[in-house]
Nanobody, 129 residues
Framework: VQLQASGGGLVQAGASLRLSCLVS????????VGWFRQAPGKEREFVAA????????YYPDSVKGRFTVTRMDATRSVYLQLNSLKPEDTAVYYC???????????????????????WGQGTLVTVSS
């Protein structure tokens, strides 16, 4: 499985961006996808995730109401819509894939980078004030 993130760029505060994550290899429906970001000098943090069916989405409080994650089977892609961007949203954004496994996947598990087996290369988002 390979993931390719794209769509980053330089924008002003208050603007919007849409990031894309193309998932190749394997059955697309077998993978939940999460987005994480890492700012310079900071640890990687969870940003959003969408379940295998697309029926459930997960966000931390820091982006809830501003970011929206969706998936489209036809394009084998997961999208992250970033609205009302702030300078503190500046980071490299990574998408990651989580295969289906037996058992119940808790909501909290989607927030954890260790739950994901495959990672893309990242796309840089820079928000100027």
């Amino acid at each position: 499985v390979q993931l390719q993130a794209s769509g980053g760029g330089l924008v002003q505060a208050g603007a919007s961006l849409r990031l894309s994550c193309l998932v190749s290899g394997g059955a697309f429906s077998n993978y939940a996808v999460g987005w994480f970001r890492q700012a310079p000098g900071k640890e990687r943090e969870f940003v959003a995730a969408i379940s295998w069916s697309g029926g459930s989405t997960y966000y931390p409080d820091s982006v809830k109401g501003r970011f929206t994650v969706t998936r489209m089977d036809a394009t084998r892609s997961v999208y992250l819509q970033l609205n009302s961007l702030k300078p503190e949203d500046t980071a490299v954004y990574y998408c990651a894939a989580r295969p289906k496994r037996p058992g119940i996947a808790t909501a909290q598990s989607f927030h954890m980078s260790a739950s994901y087996d495959y990672w893309g290369q990242g796309t840089l988002v820079t928000v100027s004030s």
